[in-house]
C-alpha cells in the first residue's frame, strides 16, 4: 500500500466538524468515489469528529491518501483525552433501535471497510477508519 | 451565527436546510422551531431537506426530536426530499428516524400535512 | 564516445536517431510475422504507435538513462499503458501485447551489431542494456494489461450485479422491484442504490418488493430488506412486499422477524392492488 498524501486537520472545537466534511467531501470526490461512498465516509468522518471534541477534549485528524494497489482514503482521529473505559459496550449498538445515544462507533464501523479503535483510560483515543474506492 | 429561516404558510411552517450545520445551529433551529409552533399555533412544520448531503446522527436526533416536540405541541412535522445517498448512510448508521413522517418532494409533503392523501408513515 | 556503466544506455539514442526509419520498417515487419492480426487492429494504428514510441524512445535514452521509471520516461510509460490498454480491450492476449515491444528487439539489435560491428565489447554492452531496458518496458505492457482486463472484470460484474436487479415503473408512483436469488450485503446495496435513485426520478411513493426468486428467507435476509424498506420510507415511499410464500411466512414467525409494519401479500398483483388502492386508483369499466 502506497501513501500517495497525508495531511493533519486541528479537531478541536465546533466549527471544526463542518471543516472536516467538507475537507473529505473534497478528498473523497477527487478520488472518484461513488456518492454513496462518499456519504458515508464523510458522515462517519463527522461523527467521529464530534467524539473527538465532545469526548475527547478536541484533537487531530491524519487524512492519508492510499493509491497503489487499491486507492482508499484512511482517517485517523486522535485525542487524548479521559479515554473509553469500556470499548466492547461502546462498538456495540442495535441496528433498529437507533437510540442514538452514545459514542455512535458501532454506526460509523458499519459506514467504512476497514475500522481500528485504541483507547487507554487517561490517556486517550484513536480511531483510525479507511474506505477503499 | 445565521440563522435558519422558518417561513410560515397559513397554518403551516416551512423551513428549508440548505447549508451544512453545526450542532449549535441545528439546536437554534429546534429551539427557532419549537417558539414558532408555539406562537403562531401552527399546525405542521415542513422541513425540506432536499439540499443536505449530511444528515449524521446528531442531525438525525434533532430532526426525531422536532417531531416529537411538534407532536406533543400538536402540531405534525413532515422531512421531505431526503437524497438517496443520505438515506442508505442512516439506515447503515442504524437511525430509522421513528416518529418522523416522510414524503418525496414539498408537494407530497403539504399534502400530507393537509390530510389531503394517505401518506407515508414511519413508526 | 565516453560511456559509464550504469546511469547510461551508451549508445541507443544516437543508434535509433540515425536508423530510425529503417529500424520502425524492419520492426513493423516483424510484428506482423508475430502476431497476424491485422484484423483486430488497424494497420496505420499500428505504425504510428510504434512510430510515436520508437520517437519517445529515442528522446528518454537521449535525456533520461536506462531508469524507466524517471521521469524522462513517463512518455514512454504513458504511451505503453496507452497501447496496452487498446489492445487489451481489442481482445490480444499478454503475450501478443507484450511482442510490441519484444519484437523492437531484433530491427535494434541489428543496427547495433551494424554500428559496433569492429568493437565487441562496446557490442556486447549496448546490446546488453538494449535487452534489459525492453525487457522491462515489455513487462510493463504486461503490468498495464492485467490492470485493464481486472477493469473490464470489475466494470462487467457490476453491470451484471446492477442487470439482475431491475426496478420496474408498474404504474405512475408505483414501481416493482423483482428480486432474483440470494439477497447478501453486496446485492442489498445495489438494491437500495438503484431502487432509491428509481423512486427519486419516477417520484413514486409505492414500491414492491418481490421476492418470489429470493430462496431463503432467514434473519440476515429480512434485515437486508427491511433496510431497504426503511431507506425508501426516509426518503418518502412505502414499501409493499410480495411474494412471500406460505413457507417463508412460517419462517418469519418461527425466527421471531419483526417486519415492523410493512405490508408483506402472497402475489405480485395483489401488492399492486394494494399499491393502486393506496394511491387513491381506482379502475372503472367503461360502459357502451
Redesign the interface.
Known amino acids: 500500500m502506497s501513501l500517495v498524501s497525508t495531511e493533519t486537520v486541528p479537531v478541536k472545537a465546533e466549527p471544526d466538524v463542518v471543516l472536516v466534511r467538507r475537507r473529505i467531501r473534497e478528498l473523497s470526490a477527487k478520488l472518484g468515489f461513488s456518492l454513496v461512498d462518499q456519504t458515508k465516509l464523510v458522515t462517519a468522518a463527522s461523527e467521529l469528529a464530534r467524539n473527538t471534541i465532545i469526548y475527547g477534549n478536541g484533537g487531530t485528524l491524519q487524512v492519508e491518501t492510499l493509491n497503489g494497489p487499491r486507492t482508499g482514503l484512511r482517517l485517523t482521529f486522535e485525542d487524548q483525552g479521559p479515554g473509553i473505559p469500556d470499548l466492547e459496550l461502546a462498538l456495540r449498538d442495535g441496528f433498529t433501535t437507533g437510540s442514538g445515544l452514545g459514542l455512535g462507533l458501532g454506526g460509523a464501523k458499519r459506514l467504512v471497510n476497514d475500522f481500528a479503535i485504541e483507547s487507554r483510560v487517561g490517556e486517550g483515543t484513536k480511531v483510525t477508519i479507511t474506505r477503499w474506492k | 451565527m445565521e440563522k435558519i429561516p422558518i417561513l410560515r404558510m397559513g397554518d403551516f411552517l416551512l423551513v428549508t436546510i440548505q447549508v451544512d450545520m453545526q450542532d449549535r445551529l441545528a439546536m437554534a433551529l429546534q429551539d427557532d422551531l419549537t417558539e414558532m409552533i408555539t406562537s403562531s399555533e401552527a399546525r405542521g412544520v415542513l422541513i425540506d431537506i432536499s439540499s443536505l448531503e449530511i444528515v449524521d446522527s446528531f442531525i438525525g436526533r434533532m430532526l426525531g426530536n422536532i417531531a416529537a416536540i411538534s407532536r406533543v405541541l400538536d402540531a405534525q412535522t413532515v422531512v421531505v426530499g431526503m437524497q438517496p445517498a443520505v438515506a442508505i448512510t442512516l439506515v447503515e448508521l442504524g437511525l430509522s428516524l421513528p416518529g418522523v413522517r416522510t414524503a418525496l418532494n414539498v408537494d407530497a409533503g403539504m399534502d400530507l400535512l393537509r390530510g389531503t392523501t394517505n401518506g407515508s408513515k414511519v413508526s | 564516445m565516453t560511456t559509464s556503466v550504469h546511469q547510461e544506455a551508451p549508445g541507443i539514442g544516437p543508434i535509433i536517431a540515425r536508423h530510425e526509419s529503417e529500424i520502425l520498417a524492419d520492426w513493423i515487419r516483424e510484428m506482423s510475422v508475430a502476431t497476424r492480426r491485422s484484423d483486430r487492429m488497424k494497420d496505420d494504428e499500428v505504425r504510428s504507435q510504434s512510430a510515436q514510441f520508437l520517437r519517445l524512445m529515442k528522446q528518454a535514452t537521449e535525456s533520461g538513462g536506462s531508469n524507466i521509471q524517471s521521469p524522462a520516461w513517463q512518455q514512454v510509460r504513458d504511451l505503453l499503458e496507452e497501447v496496452s490498454r487498446s489492445r487489451a480491450l481489442a481482445g490480444f492476449s499478454p503475450s501478443e501485447t507484450a511482442t510490441f515491444v519484444f519484437s523492437l528487439k531484433r530491427p535494434l539489435f541489428e543496427q547495433i551489431r551494424r554500428a559496433y560491428k569492429d568493437q565487441p565489447d562496446h557490442l556486447a554492452a549496448v546490446t546488453w542494456s538494449a535487452t534489459e531496458l525492453l525487457d522491462s518496458l515489455g513487462l510493463l505492457t504486461t503490468e498495464s494489461f492485467q490492470k485493464s482486463r481486472e477493469d473490464v472484470i470489475r466494470r462487467q460484474q457490476a453491470e451484471l450485479l446492477e442487470l439482475s436487479t431491475p426496478v420496474v415503473k408498474l404504474w405512475d408512483g408505483v414501481l416493482a422491484l423483482p428480486i432474483i436469488g440470494t439477497l447478501d450485503s453486496a446485492r442489498t446495496?445495489i438494491v437500495?442504490?438503484s431502487l432509491?435513485?428509481t423512486?427519486?426520478q419516477t417520484?413514486s411513493?409505492v414500491a414492491i418488493i418481490d421476492i418470489t426468486g429470493v430462496p431463503t428467507v432467514d434473519t440476515v435476509v429480512a434485515?437486508h430488506l427491511?433496510?431497504t424498506v426503511?431507506?425508501?420510507?426516509?426518503?418518502?415511499?412505502?414499501c409493499i412486499i410480495s411474494g412471500v410464500r406460505p413457507q417463508i411466512a412460517q419462517t418469519i414467525v418461527h425466527l421471531g422477524i419483526n417486519l415492523?409494519?410493512v405490508t408483506t401479500k402472497a402475489t405480485l398483483a395483489s401488492a399492486f392492488a394494494v399499491a393502486l388502492d393506496?394511491l387513491?386508483v381506482t379502475f372503472t369499466k367503461a360502459t357502451k
Open positions: 446495496q437500495m442504490e432509491l435513485q423512486i427519486v417520484n411513493r434485515q427491511l433496510k426503511t431507506a425508501a420510507r426516509l426518503m418518502g415511499a412505502d415492523l409494519d393506496r387513491g
